[in-house]
Each structure stands twice: as C-alpha cells, then as structure tokens.
C-alpha cells in the first residue's frame, strides 16, 4: 500500500508538471519519462524514472523455457459419513482426470473413484467422486490437488507476473525505455509458473514485480483526466 501511495503521489506530479510544459510547448514531447516520476504513452506503455523504479523496487526477467507440471485444485464435499466426497470439474479439467488416479487432500491422499457428467450444468460440466483414506464426517469440506507430470519444456513466466483485469490477462513487457502492458494467454500452472501459450517469446523481458503498480501508473493518467501526459 506504502508503494502505491508513493507511486499515486509521483503520477499526480507528473501530469501537473506535464500539463504545464504542454502549454508553453505545445509541439515538443519528451522523449522518456520525466524526472518527477512516470509518464504513459500510447503504444509504448509506461516509463519510470530511475528513481521511481528504485522506489518501487521494480523487477525484471527474460521469458524463459520451463517443464511444467500442471495442477489444479478443487473444493469437495461429503454429503454423508464415510469415505467419499465429491466435487465439480470444467471440460477441461475431466479431460485429464481418470479414475484410480491419486489425489492430494492437504496432509493426506485420496483416490479418483468415479467421473460422471453432469445432467444439468451447475457448479461445472462433470462430477468427480473422490475415495479418502480415512472415514470423514457428513458434511465435511476437502481441497483436492490434482496433480501431473511434466511435459516438454513450454514457454513459462513467473505466475506474479500476470495482471489479471476485466479486460483480460496481461503482463508488462519492456518496449525500449518503456514497458507496455501486453496481452497474453495462459496454459498450464505449476508453482509459481504459468505457461504462456500466445503473446510472448522466449527471450523477451517483463516486469515480474510489481505489476500492479505499473497498472495504477498507466491508470493514473488514461483515467485521471490528464490527457496531456498521455503522449498522444
């Protein structure tokens, strides 16, 4: 929070100063960010200060290579006592779980012991039945890890990287002295990284922290009424 306070307080000041320059030279635009802060513009992104970079403790990374061992988790419950619980799974999901299959239910082990599609779509296309290996309680409530191997090495980035928003999955790729907020699409999820199936290569740089901040940068000036900052 003490980031973004710093970061708010720095765009304010950049457009104020901004704005002024813009009325006295109305032709002239800077050719990277000003020294009192952040500057966007459009289609380049975002540029900081070196200090403001400092400031936010800014981060970088090449895209690289990984093995990737997906996951995913799931809420399931017992509708009565003994030894199963069952959950929800999208198409996707069913599509790589197969019965006998082990599964991880925090400090203890379970097994897939049924799939069956829904009748009526409600929580998710399939239901899967999962065996525990202890009796539980009616009612009880379970998170169940699925677990798979790795494949071939894909392109992945760390997971802190993404920015999620209404618009879409986003990651802030460097653009010379900028960084601009570049739409991606995700596969699988391992850890701490997410596979990268369109929208970045391996060898490309991004921030991977802190990238909410760059978004309350670009935001500061698309939606504060400082049209002049924008460079455009």
Known sequence: ??????????????????????????????????????????????????????????????????????AFTIALQAMQAGTEAS??????????????MEVSLGTTKGSVLRIEKAAYVTLGDFEVTVQTSSPIEAGSALTATFQFPAGDAVTAIPAKALLTTAEGTFVYAKNDEFFLRTAVKVGSRSGEHVEITDGLYTGDEIV?????????????????????????
Do not use: Y
């Not at 032709?27 to 380049?44: H, S, Y």
């Not at 922290?209 to 940068?217: F, I, R, S």
């Open 1 to 70: 929070m003490k980031l973004f306070l710093v970061l708010s307080l720095a765009i304010i000041a950049a457009s104020l100063t901004s704005c002024s320059e813009s009325s006295a030279s109305p032709t002239t635009e800077p050719a990277t960010a000003p020294e009192n802060g952040a500057q966007f513009k459009e289609g380049k992104g975002v540029a900081l200060t070196a200090l403001m970079a400092q400031s936010i403790r800014l981060q970088t990374a090449e895209v690289a290579e990984e093995k990737i061992a997906p």
């Open 87 to 100: 959950g929800w799974l999208t198409a996707d999901q069913a599509a790589r779980v197969r019965p006998g």
């Open 208 to 232: 991977t922290t802190p990238v909410m901040a760059l978004w309350l940068a670009e935001l500061q000036v698309l939606r504060g009424g400082k049209a002049c900052t924008c460079g455009h």
